[in-house]
């Protein structure tokens, strides 16, 4: 595997469910983020874990929670979601500056709540 | 609130053309500048960056920067129809925090 991996690619899943997204980065960067992308709006920042330490949470509801265990994987753990929240969800990862490195995105999951 | 302005588009082109992507940015503190390519129903790809106040070139493209107007901009020589895509304008402000802008949807016409 190269570059950053997500999965999985696609997820139908009920207002009732719980599942999660897992993304994988094979660049030994040391910072990852979620991101929703939504029809029509900006890429929007969710969670920045530097080093495992989450160290931005833009004010994302609770039914999200992201987990990093060590500086290669990140997890979005999901829950109660609403339909709202159908959108594609990108992980990226980057290595800290400086200068700031750019940030290089897995191909995403395509999520859709019932 | 920090704003990224880009004109959404469609930008028409033809084949052999130069195409011109313009962003406005409105956080002074912005350090660091990307662009990214991204392909209907694929993810960014990042394409270049810029630090510097001036022009930076490579291959068929060449940011240019400007702080003071806070006006970032991406041409593309000889663009092609491969090169239709929408073009993401990405400031940062410390570390690797970026703000997207919405995208220019870029069209080449063969």
């Known amino acids: 595997e190269t570059g950053v991996t997500q999965t999985p690619r696609h997820l139908v899943m009920g207002m009732t469910n719980k599942k999660s997204l897992k993304c994988e980065q094979h660049?030994?960067?040391?910072?990852m983020y979620w991101y929703k992308q939504s029809a029509k709006k900006p890429l929007e920042l969710m969670f920045v874990?530097?080093?495992?330490?989450?160290?931005e949470n833009n004010s994302v509801p609770s039914r999200f929670s992201p987990e990093c265990p060590n500086s290669s994987h990140l997890f979005l753990h999901l829950h109660t979601l609403q339909p709202e929240d159908s959108a594609l969800y990108l992980c990226?990862?980057?290595?800290?500056?400086?200068?700031?490195?750019?940030?290089?995105f897995g191909p995403g999951t395509r999520l859709t709540v019932l | 609130q920090k704003e990224v302005e880009q004109n959404s588009g469609p930008l028409s082109v033809p084949e052999g053309a130069i195409a011109s992507l313009n962003c406005t940015y409105s956080?002074?503190?912005?350090?660091?500048f990307f662009w990214y390519r991204q392909y209907s129903g694929k993810s960014p790809e990042l394409i270049m960056f810029i630090y510097s106040n001036g022009d930076k070139e490579d291959g068929r493209f060449t940011a240019q920067l400007n702080k003071a107007s806070q006006y970032v901009s991406l041409l593309i020589r000889d663009s092609q129809p491969s090169d239709s895509a929408t073009y993401l304008c990405a400031p940062g402000v410390g570390g690797n925090m970026l703000t997207f802008g919405g995208g220019t949807r870029l069209m080449v016409k063969p």
């Open positions: 956080d002074r503190g912005s350090q660091s």
């Open positions: 874990y530097n080093f495992k330490e989450q160290t």
């Open positions: 990226a990862s980057s290595q800290g500056g400086p200068p700031p490195g750019g940030q290089y």
């Open positions: 660049l030994g960067h040391n910072a």
